[in-house]
């Protein structure tokens, strides 16, 4: 008998939804068959068998929410151990909807498989409380304290029927796990909206999913942890315009469309090997600079934002850029990227322009040392020697992680920026 686990989909990955199964018991599997989607906070994936043998039981139905890394999916008869199955990008996401997925995650043994000892839902001394995904839902909306609650589920498990029976006077319990680190290190309590002044039932609450969750923790961590700076300058951009109107007209006959964008990402890349030590990340084992400038983009999705990759942008011409940033953002968009066109990268461009944003400051994506925010470009007088002209005038802001890009370093990268910006021509010399 073989137990196919739950994949981690990226290094990052502790739970995710099963999305949809592709076979059903009895059915016959070999290695290699797709057999399952799964869903993470950005990305949608296939999950291959890794070994051959008949679906004897599912585990986990479809629709499962927060099924962790590593927890049985389902059993296959023939096999000879346990086996991880291997994920690869999904060619069509169809999740179930959410009502459906949460009425079936209330059958036994789904995202936690049952311990071989019946544990009491009541939490004591940091024990782990045992409930289902909709039950922690239920309990979060009402206010209620999982521990003052006793399961009537497998093996003492908190159902949805007992959140719903609880009195909602019993408000969630803060832990030390829930307190976010203050400037000191000391923790610091997280008060509910009813202690903080807003009556319950004066708002809806929208629960929060896998990517918002990521994000949050993600941003609070960069934002607490990483010591940055903005720097801001203004650039003119009309040659840049008008360049891009000659580009256009050019790649007309071959369907390709360059915008701003992509133009700011290819001088990103070029100042970047211009200026390397602003091509860095920080790391305890001392500062790497990076061999090519992989360009991160940020891309707003529905619940969140993600940041698909230009790999070697500084090699790329902006016919390139411009069809893998199309591809990519539309990928993006249906959550239909693969973990490495979205890990990592070397910097971040962040471009709230075309929302009419004339200036603001970005958070640092880690391992990264450095985030562009970008503006809108609009016309502004301009002196130039002792005359007065009209310009289209671009802000632009670099937040810096102080650890690898210093002031003197990231006003070097700008002055670089600048002049591609300025006279885009510059980037073919």
């Not at 999982?146 to 009537?152: D, F, R, V």
């Not at 680190?181 to 909206?193: A, K």
Request: hydrophobic share 40%; proline share 7%; charged share 25%.
């Amino acid at each position: 008998m073989t137990d196919i686990l739950m994949p981690a989909l990226s290094p990052t990955m502790e739970e995710g939804t099963l999305a949809k199964w592709l076979v059903k018991k009895g059915d016959t599997v070999s290695a290699g068959d797709v057999i399952a989607e799964i869903e993470t906070d950005k990305a949608t994936m296939e999950v291959e068998a890794v070994d051959e043998g008949v679906v004897e039981e599912i585990l986990v139905e479809a629709g499962a929410e927060g099924v962790k890394v590593n927890a049985p999916i389902a059993r296959l008869s023939g096999g000879t151990e346990t086996k991880a199955p291997e994920p690869k990008p999904a060619e069509t996401a169809e999740p179930e909807a959410p009502a459906k997925a949460e009425a079936k995650s209330e059958t036994p043994a789904k995202a936690e498989p049952a311990p071989a000892k019946a544990p009491p839902a009541k939490a004591k001394d940091g024990e782990r409380i045992f409930a289902s995904p909709l039950a922690r839902r239920i309990a979060e909306q009402k206010g209620l304290d999982l521990a003052a609650i006793t399961g009537s589920g497998p093996h003492g498990r908190i159902i949805e029927r007992d959140v719903k029976d609880a009195k909602p006077g019993a408000k969630a319990a803060v832990t030390a796990a829930a307190m976010p680190t203050g400037r000191r290190g000391e923790t610091r309590p997280v008060q509910s909206l009813q202690q903080m002044g807003i009556p319950e039932g004066s708002y809806d609450l929208i629960p929060l999913d896998g990517m918002r969750k990521t994000v949050a923790r993600r941003m609070t961590d960069s934002f607490r942890d990483v010591p940055h700076f903005p720097l801001t300058i203004d650039l003119e951009i009309d040659r840049l315009l008008e360049a891009r109107g000659r580009i256009n007209t050019m790649l007309e006959k071959d369907g390709v469309k360059v915008s701003v964008n992509d133009i700011i990402l290819k001088a990103c890349a070029v100042a970047l090997k211009r200026v390397p030590e602003a091509n860095a990340s920080y790391s305890p084992e001392g500062i790497a600079l990076h061999h090519h400038a992989d360009i991160a983009m940020a891309v707003a999705v529905e619940g969140g934002l993600i940041t698909p990759i230009i790999r070697k942008c500084e090699t790329k011409g902006l016919a390139q850029i411009a069809q893998e940033t199309k591809d990519l953002a539309e990928r993006a968009r249906t959550r239909k990227l693969k973990p490495e066109e979205f890990q990592g990268g070397t910097f971040s461009v962040s471009n709230l322009g075309m929302f009419g944003i004339k200036s603001f400051g970005s958070i640092i994506n880690e391992p990264q040392g450095a985030i562009l925010s970008v503006g809108a470009g609009t016309k502004q007088p301009v002196v130039r020697g002792d005359q007065l002209a009209i310009a289209t005038v671009m802000s632009v802001t670099m937040t810096c992680d102080h650890r690898v890009v210093d002031g003197a370093t990231g006003a070097r990268w700008l002055e670089a920026f600048k002049a591609l910006i300025e006279e885009p021509l510059a980037m073919m010399v």
